[in-house]
C-alpha cells in the first residue's frame, strides 16, 4: 500500500475561526483514513481553541519535521514557543504576524517535497502584511514562492467551476488587467487544470464580459470587441472551447453556468459573488497552474463569530479532500502520461 497523502495545514489568523474549522475537521477520525495532517502552529493556541470549543478530548501529536508525522492522528509542528495574546475576533498585528509564520513554514515544506499539498486556513491580508509577504494573498504569495509565471484563482464546488482574469486588485485597475494575453493565459491554466487536476478531457469554458451586457456592441465598452473576443478566438484557434463573452448578470441567474465545466469571470466580485450564493458551504479556492497543489475554504476570518463555537468546517473539509484527490489525480496522469501503453482505469474521486 503507498503511503497516505500528507497535507499541510497553515493555521491563518490565530484570532479568526482557522484553528476552529480545522479542530472540527479533524475530530472526525475517519480522515486518517485517507490522509496524514500537519498543523503548522503551536500547540498553545490550539489549546485555547480546544477549551473554547469543549474538546477535552482532542490532542496532537507534536513533531519537528513531517517524516516524524503519525499517519493515525493529527500532528502539530510547532513553529514558536512564546506565548502569544489570542483575541478572537480581533484585527490585530500579532494576529498577522503568526499567521504569516505558519504559512512560511508550510510552504517551505510543501515547496521541499516534505508534504504533498497544502490547505490554508484564512488570514487578514492587510495584518499580514511585512517586509517578506508583500502580496494581495495567499495566491500570489505561493505563485512567488513556487517561482511560477501564473496562475489562476480557481473557485470549485459541486455546481460551479469559476476562474478570474484580475484577482485581489482594486475596481479602477480591473480594466487596465485585462489584455488579450492575460485571457488566453487563464483559460490555458484553466483548459489544463480541468484535464488533469479534474480529468474534464474536453473542457467547455464560458467567458464573462467586462461590462454591462457584455458591451452591448461597443454601447457600453469596447474592451469585448477589441480585447475578449479576439482572445476567445486565439484560444479556440489553439484548441480550447472557450465561448462568449456572455453578459454576467443573467448567465448565472438562468442557469447558463451549468451548461459549462467552467466559468472565467473578468474580475473578483463578478465571479466570486454568484459562486459563494450558488457554492458557499461546499466551494474551494484552489491555486490552478502551479506545480504544488494549494487548496482553502471559501470565506475569510471570520471574526464576527471567532471563538464562539458558530464556524462551519465543511467548506475546510471539501478543500481537505480536494487537495487530496487533486494529489492522486496528478500522480495517475503522470504515471499515464509517462506509461502510454499502460491501460488505467481512471478512478471516480470526489471532487
Excluded at 35 to 50: E, N
Aim: charge should be negative; aromatic fraction near 8%; proline fraction near 4%.
Amino acid at each position: 500500500m503507498s503511503e497516505k497523502i500528507k497535507i499541510g495545514i497553515s493555521i491563518g489568523d490565530i484570532n479568526g475561526i482557522g484553528l476552529e474549522i480545522i479542530l472540527k475537521t479533524l475530530s472526525d477520525h475517519t480522515i486518517y483514513d485517507y490522509c496524514t495532517p500537519i498543523v503548522y502552529g503551536t500547540t498553545k493556541v490550539a489549546s485555547f481553541y480546544r477549551k473554547a470549543l469543549s474538546m477535552g478530548d482532542f490532542s496532537f501529536n507534536v513533531i519537528s519535521r513531517p517524516d516524524q508525522a503519525n499517519g493515525k492522528r493529527p500532528n502539530m509542528i510547532n513553529c514558536w514557543d512564546e506565548d502569544v495574546k489570542i483575541e478572537p475576533g480581533s484585527a490585530s498585528p500579532t494576529g498577522g504576524k503568526y499567521a504569516f509564520i505558519s504559512l512560511e513554514r508550510a510552504v517551505s515544506d510543501l515547496l521541499e517535497g516534505n508534504t504533498d499539498a497544502l490547505v490554508t486556513a484564512p488570514i487578514n491580508k492587510h495584518t499580514i502584511q511585512n517586509d517578506s509577504f508583500n502580496f494581495a494573498g495567499h495566491t500570489e504569495y505561493i505563485q512567488h514562492r513556487a517561482q511560477a509565471k501564473d496562475s489562476l484563482m480557481f473557485l470549485v464546488g459541486e455546481d460551479l467551476r469559476v476562474g478570474v482574469v484580475t484577482g485581489h486588485v482594486p475596481v479602477s485597475q480591473i480594466a487596465s488587467g485585462i489584455t488579450k494575453e492575460s485571457i488566453i493565459s487563464k483559460l490555458e491554466l484553466m483548459k489544463e487544470s480541468l484535464k488533469n487536476d479534474f480529468w474534464v478531457q474536453k473542457p467547455k469554458i464560458a467567458v464573462l464580459g467586462l461590462n454591462p451586457h457584455a458591451g452591448d456592441n461597443g454601447l457600453i465598452g469596447t474592451e469585448e470587441k477589441d480585447i475578449i473576443i479576439p482572445a476567445i478566438e486565439a484560444a479556440n484557434e489553439s484548441g480550447i472551447f472557450a465561448f462568449g463573452p456572455y453578459a454576467a448578470d443573467g448567465f448565472f441567474a438562468n442557469g447558463s453556468h451549468m451548461k459549462f465545466d467552467a466559468v472565467l469571470a473578468m474580475y473578483h466580485d463578478q465571479g466570486l459573488i454568484p459562486f459563494k450564493y450558488i457554492d458557499f458551504h461546499t466551494g474551494v479556492n484552489f491555486t490552478a497552474g502551479l506545480p504544488v497543489v494549494r487548496t482553502s475554504p471559501d470565506h475569510g476570518t471570520g471574526y464576527d463569530i471567532a471563538g464562539k463555537n458558530l464556524a462551519s468546517e465543511s467548506s475546510f473539509r471539501e478543500a481537505l479532500f480536494m487537495a487530496m484527490n487533486i494529489v492522486k489525480r496528478r500522480r495517475e496522469m503522470a504515471e499515464l502520461t509517462s506509461n502510454p501503453l499502460k491501460i488505467t482505469k481512471l478512478s471516480k474521486d470526489r471532487d
